[in-house]
C-alpha cells in the first residue's frame, strides 16, 4: 500500500514537470471552473425562486409533478455541466498526450481535439448526467444507509471511469465503450488510480486549507477586529483566489496524470517527463 502510494506520488511529481514545461494547460481547467459557475448562476436562479431545490431536496414534500420538473431540471445542469468538464478535460488530455510524444502543444490543439469529439463528449456527458441524477435521487431519501450507498456508488463511478477521456481522446470509440475500455484498463492501473483519485485531491484540498488559513486568516482576523469592511472583503477574495488557483493546479495534474498512467498502460512506452524505471515498477504484471 505504502509503495502504491510513494509511486503514484512520484507520477505525480513527473506530472507537474509536464505542467512546468506547458503552463498553458491551466487555462483548460479555468475554462471548466468559468462555465460551471455561470451554469450553477443560471440554473440556480430558477431553481431557488421556484422552491424546486427545496422539493427536489425533500422529496416526499411537495407534488409529484413538481418533483419530476424539479428532476428534469436537475438532469439539464448536469448535463450542460458535464459537458463544460468534460470538453475541457479532453482539451486538456489531449494537450498533455501531444506534449507526452514529444510535440509542443498549443491551446488551439487541445481544443481541435476536444472539437473532434464533440459527439462522444455529449453522449459521455448524458451519461454523467444521468449517473448524476440517479446517485442524486438515492441521496434524497434521507437516511443514512442510502446515503452511504450513494458516496460508495459514487466513488466506484469515479474509479470505474478515471481513464475514460484518455480513451475517448486516443480511441476511436464511443462513451459506452470508453467506459468499458476505463474498466478494462483498471485492472492495470487499480491501486495507482485510487490513491491518484483521491489523493491528489486530498493533497491539494490540505495545500488550500493550510494557505488559506496562514494568509487569509489572519487578515479575516484583523479586518474583525478592526471593524474593516475592506480587510474582510480583501480577506475573503484572497481565500478565494487561493482556493480556485490550487484547485486549477489540481485539476491540471489530474488531467496529465490520467493521459501518462493511459499511455503507459495501454503502450508500454514511457518519455522523457517520467521515469521508466517507476512506471515498470508501477504497472509489474502480478505474478
Avoid: C
Amino acid at each position: 500500500m505504502f509503495s502504491t502510494f510513494s509511486r503514484s506520488w512520484e507520477l505525480v511529481k513527473q506530472s507537474f514537470n509536464v505542467l512546468k514545461s506547458d503552463r498553458e494547460l491551466l487555462l483548460f481547467p479555468f475554462i471548466s471552473m468559468i462555465g460551471v459557475i455561470l451554469v450553477t448562476i443560471v440554473f440556480s436562479i430558477p431553481l431557488f425562486f421556484t422552491g424546486l431545490i427545496q422539493n427536489v431536496a425533500n422529496g416526499e414534500n411537495g407534488s409529484n409533478s413538481t418533483s419530476i420538473i424539479g428532476y428534469v431540471l436537475l438532469f439539464l445542469f448536469y448535463l450542460v455541466m458535464y459537458t463544460i468538464i468534460i470538453y475541457s478535460n479532453v482539451a486538456l488530455v489531449g494537450a498533455a498526450m501531444i506534449r507526452l510524444k514529444g510535440g509542443n502543444p498549443t491551446v488551439s490543439d487541445g481544443l481541435k481535439v476536444a472539437n473532434s469529439k464533440i459527439s462522444h463528449i455529449l453522449g459521455y456527458a448524458a451519461i454523467s448526467a444521468t449517473v448524476g441524477v440517479i446517485l442524486s435521487a438515492i441521496r434524497d431519501k434521507n437516511n443514512i444507509l442510502t446515503s452511504i450507498l450513494a458516496g460508495a456508488l459514487n466513488f466506484a463511478w469515479n474509479i470505474l471511469t478515471f481513464l475514460v477521456i484518455p480513451v475517448l481522446v486516443v480511441e476511436n470509440v464511443g462513451p459506452i465503450d470508453a467506459i468499458k475500455r476505463s474498466g478494462a484498463l483498471l485492472k492495470k492501473t487499480w491501486g495507482e488510480q485510487i490513491v491518484a483519485n483521491g489523493g491528489i485531491g486530498l493533497v491539494f484540498g490540505l495545500i488550500s486549507f493550510l494557505l488559506i488559513v496562514i494568509i487569509g486568516g489572519p487578515l479575516l482576523v484583523l479586518g474583525i477586529t478592526t471593524q474593516s469592511a475592506l480587510l474582510i472583503v480583501g480577506a475573503i477574495v484572497t481565500m478565494i483566489l487561493i482556493g480556485a488557483i490550487i484547485g486549477l493546479i489540481s485539476s491540471a495534474l489530474s488531467g496529465i496524470f490520467q493521459a501518462a498512467l493511459y499511455n503507459y498502460a495501454t503502450t508500454g512506452e514511457s518519455n522523457r517527463f517520467f521515469d521508466p524505471t517507476l512506471l515498470q515498477t508501477a504497472f509489474k504484471p502480478k505474478g
